[in-house]
């Protein structure tokens, strides 16, 4: 059975191990991106084909990552493919005389991208489709069918990529077709009972923390029979992000918090599509695995990764190769006044090149240049698994941090929802990372620790740094009266999606006491400002911070429960019942010391499986919610 298991919990990441029926990979890990089909043959594939060659006797490479629809690159017939779907693709490459095999796991992903580009791939004829020639359809079986063709370790399951600027209503429409795909194919593996069970990663997407959030709390909750069928998350619609560290970092975030307490050491991490400056972070915020093939774009382009920079050099500007700060195995072999004349300068195609070392086809330098930009990246995982091991994984990151501006943005963000990380890089002496000294105000604080930081939603409205507390108090306000036929008081946790009300975790409220409407006033409890009546979330001072309320920040805690205990001395007598929904550990320690204050008021969900945002949308929570508007006081 595959299975994924902590070895070890550092403070910062972790150390695993993922058995599957291929063989172990030791995290952190860096899977290279490879095209095991680059045409009609193992022989097929240009450039492909020689990389493949390095990364097979590589013995740095744990594992291999194929994408199910990339034959559709090479122009593959019907009949093509259907040749390499009878036998498992390790097999064609182990019965192959010329080419060498490979015995490492195999992570094979569902090919949604290219599916959802497509339009040879619809729905099967039973679902009403047309037929095609290559018998594959956009649904589970027949992409899990795909996978276990092609001998996956790994498989993902079938998911519909969220391009950033989607609107919410086809976001969620995609999101909840993921879903469904993850729970049918957890279903048919069940179903069919195979000698040798993939390993299961089941694809989320998401937009910001809430979203992911949303995402795994919805799949856990239809997939509750298969609780323990499949062995990680894999996090998709990365790509376009890896130049917004603080969204990545966010987003990243969100998946590792959904994770269940109690499945949180033997449920992987991956995330598709991300490597470089960023890997290192990113494996101490959680993340397990990662995928990619820039190391692969990069040398199309002629460029190769710095060892020390990690900036990517052209070949041109490479002027004495005794000079290249490089030992890998790959720089070892490379002749470099060689590979110069055939890729800068000789106008010779489809043969191979003289040169004072032998003839070459240009295909071979490139796929030397790959596997130097591969050995990089294995290099840098070997790296970080020994800085877990040593304890000392934020101080690389750290160090590494200190004026490289993209990972520099990435730990600031990281800390928004961690401030223990914040804490612990003060003692190490990063304060340049940090928010600030503790005796700093709380704005200079704020400012601070937000500097530098471009957050993807500030595209779409103002951000502000120059509100504290106290530029938004509702008691201090002559212009607000709660509605005079409201019943209930609902208290809710601000949202880091402006305005609340139009947030994933107020509309999934919203929404099901949508027949309730009239019946409740509803109140935001703001990290920052304490309480917001819906009435003000679109003020500027509401619309403009950004803030999250953690147990770490004790005096402004305080400050709010105090605030929402005045609101309730207020105004919480014209209502029949004061109900809070939250499970935030936070929000609901301000909100229930404000009750205690008060006298009364009723927090839900009354007995949540765990503190985190994943509850917030789970149906049995939100059912206890309305029941309490539909029942007598």
Known sequence: MSVFRTLEKATYGRRGEIDTPGGRIQTPALLPVVSIIGGTTTKSGGIWRYTRRHLFEDESAQGFMFQAM?????????????NWRKKPLKQHF???????????????????????????????????????????YTNPESILDLQLDYGADIIATLDFPIPQNLNREETTGRM??????????????????????PSVYVAIHGHNYEDVNWYVSQFLDRAEEFDEAFEGFALGSLVPLSSSPDT??????GARDAIPTNRYDDIALHVFGISGRLCPLLSLLGVDTFDSRSYQYAARNKKFIHPETWRRIS??????????????????????????HALLESDVSNKPIEGQHGKRFKSEYYAQIAHHNFELYSRQMSGVRDAIDDGRLLENVADFACGKNIVEKGLKRAQLHNPELRERLAEIGYEELVAGPDDETFQSKLTSFLSGVEDATRKKRTISLKYGPGDFDVLQRDDYQPPN????????????????????????????????????????????YGPVPEDFEEVDPVMSYEYVLTTADDDQVELVAHRLADYL???GDQFDRVLAYTTNKAYRQAIEKAFEEYGRGETLPSNPRALQLTEHFRGENLDELVEKFTSSP
């Open 315 to 340: 070949l041109d500007q490479i002027d004495d190769w005794d000079d290249w700060p490089c030992d890998c195995s790959a720089c070892q072999s490379i002749h470099l006044d060689d590979m110069q």
């Open 176 to 197: 909840e077709r993921s879903i469904n795909n993850a729970v049918e194919t957890l279903r048919l593996l069940d179903e069919r009972e195979l000698d040798k069970t």
């Open 94 to 136: 182990d019965e192959c005389d010329t080419e060498p095999g490979f015995d490492r796991p195999l992570f094979v992903d569902s090919g949604g991208f290219k599916l959802m580009n497509s339009n040879k791939f619809g729905e099967s004829p039973d679902e009403g489709g047309s037929e095609n020639d290559w018998g594959i």
């Open 248 to 253: 990545l970092v966010d987003i990243v975030q």
């Open 569 to 571: 001395e207020e105004y």
């Open 485 to 528: 036929d409201a019943k209930v008081l609902l208290i809710l946790p601000c949202s880091q999606e402006k305005p609340y009300s139009e947030s994933r975790t107020h509309q999934a409220v919203l929404s099901r006491l949508e027949g309730q409407r009239n019946a409740f006033h509803k109140i935001s409890v703001s990290g920052l």
């Open 70 to 82: 990339s034959f559709l690159d090479y122009n593959l017939s019907a009949d093509n493919l259907e």
